[in-house]
């Protein structure tokens, strides 16, 4: 798409839309604002999602400088009869409804068994009422990012999704999680630079890149820039306070893209204010279902989580900075 038809294209989709108010998270910042959940994982992974206090207590949460890691363990072998392998989930304390999301990201968990995903979900609930849309995720050993919605029923996207302008390939059209062993409505990035793509060790060993969300009652679009790429200014570097921030031409067409239509999916029906969450298991509904073609070895997934502790070496998220800009 030429730059001039995406501009008219980004500014009719974005009228009325500027984000401006902003929320922002850096190094020990994250440890303010967010749950440290550690409940029993709804996906059914091989984990054991720990407190703040036991993961600052295990080296599993730090801060330094402008930067925030959290981590698996590592060095243990995980008992059987033990929940699983230690690990992190947060939810911000705080919901956006209409909004932008920004995340300077260094490094993902990656490698075998591994599901991390950065995703935002409703605080109203309970799922899927309100709606979920994963920004990243991924299992395994993939190396393509997979962007997804995923809603009550009555939510699809209309036929005319295909043609609407984005990088990225849709893979599936309806969002109720009810149908299609929730798989949602999908978009697979494209990643055409293979020197660089959009999720696992290629991602890392770029020193990552970042990732935007826009969320709004027109559409969802989700956007990836690679680190030494071309990075609209406002994405690397943030807004001056009052500047509003607004999709322009020099974000490129969006990897994801999901227009709402009201006579295929209502934005008031299925979405509202979401939190957003971090987090990272293994195993699970994907990771552990896909195993035996993962190209991960022999055995089973859980065996692999119990007994090679070393293979958790990159299975940690590195954050710059998450910034949010909220409608005005």
Request: aromatic letters at 14%.
């Amino acid at each position: 798409m030429c730059s001039s038809l995406l501009f008219i294209y980004l500014s009719l989709h974005a009228s009325g839309h500027h984000f401006i108010s902003r929320t922002e998270w850096i190094g020990e910042g994250f440890f303010q604002g967010w749950n440290w959940e550690t409940e029993d994982d709804p996906t059914h992974g091989r984990v054991n999602y720990v407190s703040q206090a036991e993961a600052r207590n295990k080296n599993l949460a730090y801060a330094h400088r402008e930067k925030f890691v959290m981590r698996a363990d590592d060095w243990s072998i995980v008992d059987p009869s033990a929940r699983g392998r230690d690990s992190i989930r947060i939810s911000s304390q705080n919901a956006y409804d209409e909004a932008i999301f920004v995340l300077d990201l260094e490094h993902m968990p990656a490698g075998c068994s591994t599901w991390p995903a950065f995703w935002t979900l409703s605080r109203a609930g309970p799922w899927p009422n309100g709606g979920e849309i994963d920004v990243i995720e991924g299992v395994n050993l993939n190396a393509h990012n997979q962007a997804s919605l995923h809603t009550t029923p009555g939510c699809t996207m209309p036929p005319d999704q295909l043609r609407q302008p984005q990088t990225g390939t849709t893979s599936t059209m309806n969002c109720d999680t009810a149908v299609n062993y929730n798989s949602g409505c999908g978009v697979g990035f494209s990643d055409p630079d293979r020197s660089y793509t959009s999720y696992g060790d290629p991602f890392n060993r770029a020193d990552g890149g970042y990732f935007a969300m826009y969320k709004a009652r027109d559409s969802v679009m989700i956007w990836n820039w690679k680190r030494r790429g071309s990075v609209p200014h406002v994405i690397r570097n943030g807004a001056h306070r009052g500047q509003p921030v607004v999709p322009d031409a020099s974000w490129g067409p969006p990897d994801a893209n999901f227009p709402f239509n009201p006579d295929y999916c209502n934005y008031d029906q299925h979405f509202n204010a979401h939190q957003i969450v971090f987090d990272l298991t293994f195993c699970g509904d994907w990771a552990g279902n896909v195993w035996s073609t993962s190209g991960c070895g022999v055995g089973t997934c859980v065996d692999f989580v119990n007994n090679n502790p070393s293979a958790f070496a990159e299975a940690y998220w590195e954050i710059n900075s998450l910034r949010v800009y909220t409608r005005q």
